[in-house]
C-alpha cells in the first residue's frame, strides 16, 4: 500500500517549490529527463486537461482518461467514467494520475535512437471523493473554467440533484515528478557522417471553427473563448 | 489475476470480427459509447502512437507514457520507459494499455453536460517480453513504419547490441474495447430554451515544419513523409 508522508518543500508563504523524488517517482533511467519543481509540474498539469488515472480493481490495472483540473496542490479529476474504481473508495484509493503532452516526432540517424519530444507528469497518491455539495460546486467551476476561461459566466450552473449525481475525486499532489524531453536526436558519433536527414516533426493540438449544436438559435453569437480557443488562454 | 482465455469471435479466413466484451471491458455507464468490433478497435490504435501502460508494483498502479504500434492482433509496446514493470515480467505482467484519441471540447447550455469528444481504446492482457534477435527487429521496424511510414529504408538498422538493449513488449488484442463519444452536446430539454452559445470546439494534432538537426549537412534534403506529415499517412 501507499505511504502517506509529506515530500514537498515549501517557501516561507508555504507555496509549493519542489516535490522531493522518492524511489516511485524519481526518473532513473534517463535522469536528466526528471524535473521535480513545482513551476514546471503546475505547467504541464495547467496546458493538458485530460488525464490518465491508473487504479487497480482485483489485481487488474485499470487505465481511464478523463478531464481534471489543478487547483492549487490539489488535481480534481472526474470519477464517473472509473465506476469500477468507486466500489473501493470510501476510504481513498491509490493511484497513478498521468498528463502527457506530445511535442514531436523525434527522427534519429538510426532506427534505434528516434524518440519522441513529450512533457509528462506523474503523480501518485490517494485519491479522496469530494462529499460536500459546497466543494463538488467548486470543483465544477474549476472544471469548466480550466477547460474553457470564461464559460462558468455564461453557463446553467448544476443543481442540487446534478452534484450528487457527479463524482469529483481529489489527488493531493505530492509524490509527483515531471519528465521532459526536448530538442534534436542524440545520435552515435559515427552515425552523424551518414547522409540521412535527422530533426523533429514538430506536433502540436490546434483547434478548428466551432461547430454550432443544430438545435442552437442562429441568433446566438459564438463566444469569445470558443472562436479563439487556446490552451494558453484557458490556463 | 488476470483470466487467460478465448474473447474473440473470428470470421472464416480467420480475421477478427469482433471482441468478446467482459466484465472488464464492457461499457457499463453510458453503453451506448461501446464498441467492440476489430474495425474501430484497429482505427483508433492505428491512428494513435502513443499509449498510456498501466502495471501494478508493489500494490501501486504505475501508468507510463510510450510509444506503440499495432502489428495484427497485437500491440508492440517500449517497455524500456518502465523498467519498475520489467522486474517482475519473465512471466509476463499484468497491464491495461489504453489510447486516447482528443477530437473536442463539447459545450453545453448547462455546466454539467460539458463534456469531451474522443476516441479510446481499453485493451487488458498480460504483455510478454518479445526476446528473439530477428522479432526484435521486426518490432523495431513497425514502430519506426507506423509513425513514420517511409522511414525505415532511410535509417542505419539496429545493431546486435541494440537489439539486445531494447525492451520490446507484445500484448496480444484479446480484451479489448474501444469508447466513443461524437457529436453535439446533449442537454436537459429545458435548457435549450436558455440564451447559452453550445456546440463543439474540435481539436486536432497537426503538424509543423521539420525541424533540422543542428548538426544536419544542409545538402540533405528534408524527406516528403517529414514535410507532408499526417497520421493518415503512416497508417
Chains 1, 2 share one sequence.
Not at 472526474?78 to 481513498?92: F, N, Y
Request: aromatic share 6%; net charge neutral.
Amino acid at each position: 500500500m501507499m505511504e502517506c508522508r509529506e515530500s514537498r518543500a515549501m517557501d516561507r508563504g508555504g507555496h509549493v517549490q519542489t516535490y522531493e523524488p522518492t524511489e516511485k517517482t524519481r526518473v532513473t533511467r534517463i535522469p536528466d529527463r526528471g524535473k521535480y519543481d513545482a513551476e514546471t509540474v503546475h505547467a504541464i498539469l495547467d496546458e493538458g486537461f485530460v488525464c490518465h488515472v491508473g487504479f487497480v480493481a482485483d489485481g487488474q490495472p485499470f487505465v481511464i482518461p478523463t478531464l481534471y483540473a489543478r487547483v492549487g496542490e490539489e488535481i480534481l479529476f472526474h470519477g464517473s467514467a472509473a465506476s469500477r474504481m468507486l466500489r473501493e473508495v470510501s476510504e481513498g484509493v491509490a493511484v497513478c494520475l498521468t498528463v502527457t503532452l506530445v511535442d514531436g516526432i523525434v527522427l534519429a540517424r538510426s532506427a534505434f535512437h528516434h524518440s519522441m519530444n513529450y512533457r509528462s507528469v506523474v503523480a501518485l497518491g490517494t485519491a479522496l471523493p469530494v462529499t460536500s455539495e459546497e466543494e463538488k460546486m467548486s470543483a465544477m467551476h474549476a472544471f469548466t473554467e480550466r477547460i474553457v476561461a470564461g464559460r462558468w459566466k455564461d453557463v446553467r450552473i448544476p443543481t442540487s440533484q446534478e452534484l450528487r449525481a457527479t463524482t469529483v475525486l481529489r489527488l493531493p499532489l505530492s509524490e509527483v515528478s515531471a519528465k521532459i524531453r526536448t530538442g534534436a536526436p542524440k545520435d552515435e558519433e559515427a552515425d552523424y557522417a551518414l547522409p540521412v536527414w535527422a530533426g523533429v516533426i514538430p506536433l502540436l493540438q490546434v483547434h478548428a471553427l466551432p461547430i454550432p449544436d443544430p438545435k442552437l438559435p442562429a441568433n446566438i453569437p459564438v463566444p469569445r473563448y470558443a472562436v479563439g480557443y487556446s490552451r494558453k488562454l484557458a490556463r
